[in-house]
């Protein structure tokens, strides 16, 4: 009875696979598109300037840092320290800005590059003593997270400059400007992967190691860079936090590591490496974003919130292993 | 009356007839060894006798009644040393020879440690072995953990039948010697005993009966006493090949590409040989024999312990793939889904992955150029595929071996290792690739090195071939003097 109704799921799991396969972005732009749909109907503040504009605003965070997440598991690689990296370098704009007084731009250039450091470091560290990423990175985030507190010893970092934080609160046209920098990152990922030379080393790093080498890639190197790339985008994340909350708080990233493994992973990238595309994470970071905002605007409980949000990161997760096991056959 | 008997056995695998019709049968009390070349079916056969894998026809009979795969695999009648070493690195000898735990003391729930590696003395004592019941199989000698695996089925009490598919290949003489007097008492306890080697004089130092599979095939059985090595031989290679239809490039050049010298890596020791432009070399010997792990280490992708290699006569650099290819020089490597081809992407982002000056500028690729070589390639090698963009995963064997092909020449190399090229590919695409290779070799002046464990492929192609053991050159033959009996005798270690 149970393998009876497992093997139908099966049946029509694989049937349904074998359509999203060939048209792997079709069929996640078309849950989208269908989300959007329903969730026009449960709710009259859904389709509305300010709703949208609230619900761009938090997917302009988890989409850039689901990005550069998602740059890493093309290649089969994990960044779990992505939300220490975001807290600590908008910690290190503030400490530069408010702090030292130096100049706000300087500053917020100053925390870019720190997360470009420390990305890089994971994957140096990751490809020199070939090591597990999860591990690996689970240990820098409680370091990265430490070096946090002994900054700002649990301190907010209030006062930063009118100059910048317009950056992170203010809108052009209605759009508000953390989307604006989000489109700006998509565009230039997209064409990193899918129009130069590394990215093509991306995904061939992805699909085979070995092959990769056998080819005269130096698949350390295209490693490490990437992870200097999410480290990026992680402190971009995390500086423009701070930016919206004119204030750099040691908690800021926490959240975000498990939406920038889950946005990917739904948008289609294979946590094993080589399929999918960037396009695929920021999809999949608008499904999530859509369903929390549904969720919260249908009223349900704050509590249950965070539990349906677990439930379709496991669905994802899910789907991805079915998928998996499916192209192998 | 046989113990077990196994009657038109065929098994298919995609492109290739593992065993077509092959019977044997085994009495009880002796030793029967199977012999053949690689791939000639053996491992094959003796995973369907143990249940492993289920035959596509024929039928099994065991003690006379007729049996099927998983009674043979339940039952336990039928202990099994594979080829392999498969202990569990991190657990201790004691806890290999036991694993799952039912058979280790009295109790089948709980289990007694101390007793464990008390009754496990038995078997190390039985097999000579000097290594503690408490030592991780990790750090035991690897003829020891080969061992080991021969006690892990010798725990089995109730076995009637043991195979041991090569058993001897890192073991030492005496060692050997060792193992064979076990065999010896247990053949007079009445157990029967199935012996699979590539080495002949063994086969007759032990053997009751021998069975010479040749591709697939049932080509000889005997009693061993009315037979002798050369019957064998013959058995193994079959008819004389057909040699003029032969694919060796016409008039190699004197002009020496790649000159190695006494190399030494891992698997391998001390070996030394030339490439010359425009001739195909072919490295024969067993699986094992070092063949490939000196070809990747001159690649870069292992590395060397010792010796040295000129390139058109300059130093060689070792270590460092990137460079080698951009040097001139190319491995194709014998594991293509693995190592070779990149499964997701498209037949032309397969093709563009090795040609980056070709097809990108600044690091961007250039879309018109990428998509004009995929397509030269694709005409020029003729490969079937539905259109560039199709994944290579859905491409046959030897059309990917094509895209391979083509993508090594696009870089233009003066040497390319090709090694086991046709392995998993059909006979017609086969002759397409001896003649690409020739093709090569005659009209680019490519010097070709081939490794290849079937002979037939080796003696067609090759204007001279280099027979390697255990890690070693055992000797060299230019064309006059290649001999398909002489090499074969070469590669299974028999001394001229």
């Given at each position: 009875m149970y393998k009876n109704i497992l093997s139908k799921i099966k049946l029509t799991g694989s049937a349904l696979l074998n359509w999203t396969r060939k048209n792997q972005l079709a069929g996640v732009f078309g849950a989208l598109v269908l989300l959007f749909f329903v969730s026009c109907f449960i709710s009259p503040n859904f389709l509305t300037v300010y709703n949208l504009q609230i619900m761009v605003?938090?997917?302009?965070?988890?989409?850039?840092?689901?990005?550069?997440?998602?740059?890493?598991?093309?290649?089969?690689?994990?960044?779990?320290?992505?939300?220490?990296?975001?807290?600590?370098?908008?910690?290190?704009?503030?400490?530069?800005?408010?702090?030292?007084?130096?100049?706000?731009?300087?500053?917020?250039?100053?925390?870019?590059?720190?997360?470009?450091?420390?990305?890089?470091?994971?994957?140096?560290?990751?490809?020199?003593?070939?090591?597990?990423?999860?591990?690996?990175?689970?240990?820098?985030?409680?370091?990265?997270?430490?070096?946090?507190?002994?900054?700002?010893?649990?301190?907010?970092?209030?006062?930063?400059?009118?100059?910048?934080?317009?950056?992170?609160?203010?809108?052009?046209?209605?759009?508000?400007?953390?989307?604006?920098?989000?489109?700006?990152?998509?565009?230039?990922?997209?064409?990193?992967?899918?129009?130069?030379?590394?990215?093509?080393?991306?995904?061939?790093?992805?699909?085979?190691?070995e092959t990769a080498k056998m080819v005269g890639i130096k698949a350390h190197h295209v490693r490490i860079i990437s992870y200097g790339i999410c480290g990026f985008l992680a402190a971009l994340t995390g500086i423009l936090m701070s930016l919206r909350l004119a204030s750099a708080q040691s908690s800021i990233g926490e959240i975000w590591v498990l939406p920038s493994i889950a946005a990917p992973v739904i948008g289609g990238i294979a946590t094993t490496g080589g399929i999918g595309s960037i396009t695929g994470a920021l999809i999949g970071g608008s499904i999530m974003g859509v369903v929390s905002n549904i969720i919260v605007l249908g009223g349900v409980n704050l509590y249950w919130q965070q539990v349906l949000n677990g439930f379709i990161v496991v669905l994802a997760i899910i789907f991805d292993s079915f998928s998996r096991k499916f192209r192998t056959n | 009356m046989a113990i077990l008997e196994a009657r038109g056995i065929t098994k298919k695998f995609p492109g290739v007839v593992a065993l077509n019709d092959v019977d044997l049968s085994l009495k009880q009390g002796t030793?029967?060894?199977?012999?053949?070349?690689?791939?000639?079916?053996?491992?094959?056969?003796?995973?369907?006798?143990?249940?492993?894998?289920?035959?596509?026809?024929?039928?099994?009979?065991?003690?006379?009644?007729?049996?099927?795969?998983?009674?043979?695999?339940?039952?336990?009648?039928?202990?099994?040393?594979?080829?392999?070493?498969?202990?569990?690195?991190?657990?201790?000898?004691?806890?290999?020879?036991?694993?799952?735990?039912?058979?280790?003391?009295?109790?089948?729930?709980?289990?007694?440690?101390?007793?464990?590696?008390?009754?496990?003395?038995?078997?190390?004592?039985?097999?000579?072995?000097?290594?503690?019941?408490?030592?991780?199989?990790?750090?035991?000698?690897?003829?020891?953990?080969?061992?080991?695996?021969?006690?892990?089925?010798?725990?089995r009490e109730k076995f009637k039948v043991i195979i041991l598919d090569e058993p001897t290949t890192s073991l030492t003489k005496t060692e050997t010697e060792r193992l064979f007097s076990i065999l010896n008492v247990l053949r007079e306890e009445g157990k029967t005993i199935v012996f699979i080697s590539h080495k002949l004089d063994e086969v007759f130092s032990i053997g009751d009966y021998v069975t010479v599979l040749r591709n697939g095939e049932l080509v000889g059985e005997s009693d061993l006493k009315s037979v002798d090595q050369n019957w064998i031989i013959q058995k193994m290679t079959g008819k004389e090949i057909d040699f003029t239809k032969n694919y060796k490039p016409q008039n190699p050049s004197n002009e020496v590409l790649l000159k190695v010298e006494n190399l030494s890596g891992h698997m391998f020791e001390d070996i030394s040989f030339e490439v010359r432009r425009g001739e195909i070399v072919g490295f024969a010997g067993l699986v094992g024999a070092g063949r490939s792990e000196v070809m990747q280490t001159l690649f870069g992708y292992l590395r060397k312990k010792q010796g040295e290699a000129y390139f058109n006569n300059n130093p060689w650099k070792f270590g460092n793939t990137s460079s080698s290819i951009a040097?001139?020089?190319?491995?194709?490597?014998?594991?293509?889904?693995?190592?070779?081809?990149?499964?997701?992407?498209?037949?032309?982002?397969?093709?563009?992955?090795?040609?980056?000056?070709?097809?990108?500028?600044?690091?961007?690729?250039?879309?018109?150029?990428?998509?004009?070589?995929?397509?030269?390639?694709?005409?020029?090698?003729?490969?079937?595929?539905?259109?560039?963009?199709?994944?290579?995963?859905?491409?046959?064997?030897?059309?990917?071996?094509?895209?391979?092909?083509?993508?090594?020449?696009?870089?233009?190399?003066?040497?390319?290792?090709?090694?086991?090229?046709?392995?998993?590919?059909?006979?017609?695409?086969?002759?397409?690739?001896?003649?690409?290779?020739?093709?090569?070799?005659?009209?680019?002046?490519?010097?070709?090195?081939?490794?290849?464990?079937?002979?037939?492929?080796?003696?067609?192609?090759?204007?001279?071939?280099?027979?390697?053991?255990?890690?070693?050159?055992?000797?060299?033959?230019?064309?006059?003097?290649?001999?398909?009996?002489?090499?074969?005798?070469?590669?299974?270690?028999?001394?001229?």
């Open positions: 605003r938090s997917l302009a965070f988890v989409g850039i840092i689901a990005i550069g997440q998602g740059l890493l598991l093309l290649l089969g690689d994990i960044d779990l320290s992505v939300g220490a990296i975001a807290g600590l370098c908008g910690v290190i704009t503030g400490k530069f800005a408010v702090t030292f007084g130096v100049n706000p731009f300087i500053s917020i250039l100053i925390g870019l590059a720190a997360g470009v450091l420390m990305g890089m470091f994971n994957g140096l560290l990751i490809t020199m003593f070939d090591l597990n990423a999860i591990v690996l990175t689970i240990g820098m985030q409680t370091a990265y997270k430490g070096l946090n507190q002994v900054i700002t010893k649990g301190r907010t970092i209030t006062g930063f400059p009118k100059s910048i934080t317009i950056i992170g609160e203010g809108s052009i046209f209605q759009v508000p400007t953390p989307a604006i920098v989000l489109l700006i990152v998509f565009i230039l990922m997209y064409l990193l992967t899918r129009k130069t030379f590394f990215g093509r080393n991306v995904y061939a790093v992805g699909n085979s190691i | 030793i029967h060894c199977i012999v053949g070349e690689n791939g000639a079916g053996k491992s094959t056969l003796v995973k369907i006798l143990t249940g492993l894998q289920q035959a596509d026809a024929g039928t099994l009979f065991i003690d006379g009644h007729e049996g099927n795969a998983h009674y043979l695999h339940s039952s336990e009648c039928i202990a099994y040393v594979p080829q392999e070493l498969n202990l569990f690195p991190f657990m201790t000898v004691a806890e290999n020879i036991f694993i799952p735990f039912s058979r280790s003391g009295k109790s089948s729930i709980f289990f007694d440690e101390k007793e464990m590696e008390e009754n496990a003395k038995k078997y190390l004592k039985r097999l000579n072995m000097t290594v503690d019941p408490c030592d991780i199989a990790q750090n035991i000698p690897i003829s020891e953990q080969q061992l080991l695996q021969v006690a892990r089925a010798l725990s040097n001139g020089l190319i491995y194709l490597t014998e594991e293509r889904k693995t190592h070779g081809i990149l499964p997701f992407l498209n037949v032309r982002e397969n093709i563009g992955i090795q040609l980056k000056h070709k097809i990108s500028k600044r690091g961007v690729v250039l879309q018109k150029r990428d998509r004009a070589v995929a397509n030269r390639v694709i005409s020029t090698y003729s490969v079937k595929t539905h259109s560039p963009e199709t994944k290579i995963v859905n491409l046959s064997g030897g059309n990917q071996q094509k895209v391979l092909i083509g993508r090594a020449m696009e870089s233009s190399p003066k040497v390319i290792i090709f090694d086991e090229p046709t392995k998993g590919i059909d006979v017609n695409t086969k002759e397409e690739i001896y003649r690409l290779m020739k093709e090569l070799a005659e009209k680019e002046g490519v010097g070709i090195i081939l490794i290849s464990s079937e002979l037939e492929e080796l003696l067609r192609c090759s204007n001279r071939i280099i027979t390697m053991y255990e890690g070693k050159v055992n000797a060299r033959y230019e064309e006059h003097q290649i001999s398909q009996n002489q090499i074969l005798r070469s590669i299974i270690g028999v001394s001229n």
